[in-house]
């Protein structure tokens, strides 16, 4: 029998002595790391995760920002204010395309680049704890590049090489499994808007490391690509979006959206509507 009363001292022994064998180690976390990948300690996220100043105008930034805005009403049956409200768009900034609008862009000369794919939150609807918005959208590209009847029609090698000429802007400062993914993904830049401080001061759950630290502390392959990190691109505008939900409540609904009181009394939420329709409600409250 494997376990004998005899043996079961025995095996705490041997479990002990390798935790305090283990211990003896453990004055420097990164021990393992450091002997493996020969650095002496970890990039301090401040400044080694410098690049060189933004080459793109901040009004194109602005422009696709709106547009990962946008794919939230896209992707949730036109509700400019879903719960989760973290949206993405794809952008390929090395064709001198045209945006989204077409002839009017290519008029006023302004070279946006052009759409490859959106994105949104999909936890809930899909059951799928790993589909915020920013895992959300590189699904979705993949699945648009290495379609066989598309546009693409790319393997699977050709997809992950296309992703670097990409770059992926999210309505919110991507949380350290998006921030991997991106970095695992090799995207030329991604681009954020309300960062995860401002998520935290409005009481969203968060994992609270940086993408910049998460970056910073990748080694081997992933540090040879640097993805450019461009954050707080219209974070004025977009933290509306996130105020809501757990604070403030009824101080402030996104635009397009009022708020319903829950029946039971309990917290409620902001919905699909705009003054007008507030009017009504307060009216149908008092009869
Ligand atoms: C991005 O644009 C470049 C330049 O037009 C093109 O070569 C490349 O195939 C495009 N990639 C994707 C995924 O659209
Ligand atoms: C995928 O992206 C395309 C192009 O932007 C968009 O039309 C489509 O709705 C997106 N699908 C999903 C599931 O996000
Ligand atoms: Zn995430």
């Known amino acids: 029998m494997p376990v004998h009363?005899?043996?079961?001292?025995?095996?705490?022994?041997?479990?002990?002595?390798?935790?305090?064998h283990a211990d003896a180690h453990s004055h420097d976390p990164n021990?393992?790391?450091?002997?493996?990948?020969?650095?002496?300690?970890?990039?301090?996220?401040?400044?080694?995760?410098?690049?060189p100043p933004d080459p793109i105008p901040i009004s194109t930034r602005e422009h696709w920002m709106r547009r990962a805005v946008e794919a939230l009403s896209d992707l949730n049956d036109g509700l400019p204010c879903p719960?989760?409200?973290?949206?993405?768009?794809?952008v390929n900034h090395s064709?001198?395309?045209?945006?989204?609008?077409?002839?009017?862009?290519?008029?006023?000369?302004?070279?946006?680049?052009?759409?490859?794919?959106?994105?949104a939150n999909a936890i809930v609807k899909e059951g799928n704890p790993t589909l915020h918005g920013e895992v959300a959208a590189i699904n979705n590209c993949t699945a648009i590049l290495t379609?066989?009847?598309?546009?693409?029609?790319?393997?699977?090698?050709?997809?992950?090489?296309?992703?670097g000429d990409l770059s992926l802007y999210t309505t919110a400062e991507a949380c350290p499994m998006c921030s991997s993914a991106i970095l695992y993904g090799g995207f030329k830049e991604y681009i954020f808007s309300t960062s995860i401080p401002t998520l935290r001061a409005h009481d969203w759950p968060q994992i609270v490391i940086r993408s910049t630290e998460?970056?910073?502390?990748?080694?081997?392959?992933?540090?040879?690509?640097?993805?450019?990190?461009?954050?707080?691109?219209?974070?004025?505008?977009?933290?509306?979006?996130?105020?809501?939900?757990f604070r403030d409540a009824q101080a402030a609904c996104p635009r397009g959206c009022v708020w319903e009181a829950d029946g039971d009394g309990g917290?409620?939420?902001?919905?699909?509507?705009?003054?007008?329709?507030?009017?009504?409600?307060?009216?149908?409250?008092?009869?």
């Open 5 to 20: 009363g005899a043996s079961f001292p025995f095996l705490l022994l041997v479990l002990l002595s390798s935790y305090i």
């Open 83 to 90: 719960f989760a409200a973290f949206g993405c768009v794809i």
């Open 95 to 119: 064709a001198v395309a045209t945006g989204r609008g077409g002839i009017a862009d290519v008029e006023l000369g302004v070279e946006l680049g052009s759409e490859v794919c959106i994105g």
């Open 31 to 51: 021990h393992h790391l450091n002997n493996r990948d020969g650095l002496s300690h970890w990039p301090d996220p401040e400044t080694a995760y410098t690049l």
């Open 267 to 287: 917290h409620g939420g902001c919905v699909k509507g705009d003054g007008e329709a507030k009017g009504m409600h307060a009216h149908k409250d008092e009869l």
């Open 147 to 163: 379609h066989p009847a598309g546009k693409y029609k790319l393997t699977g090698p050709e997809a992950l090489n296309a992703l």
């Open 214 to 245: 998460i970056f910073a502390r990748s080694v081997g392959r992933l540090s040879a690509h640097r993805t450019r990190i461009v954050g707080d691109v219209l974070a004025d505008e977009t933290e509306e979006l996130f105020k809501w939900q």
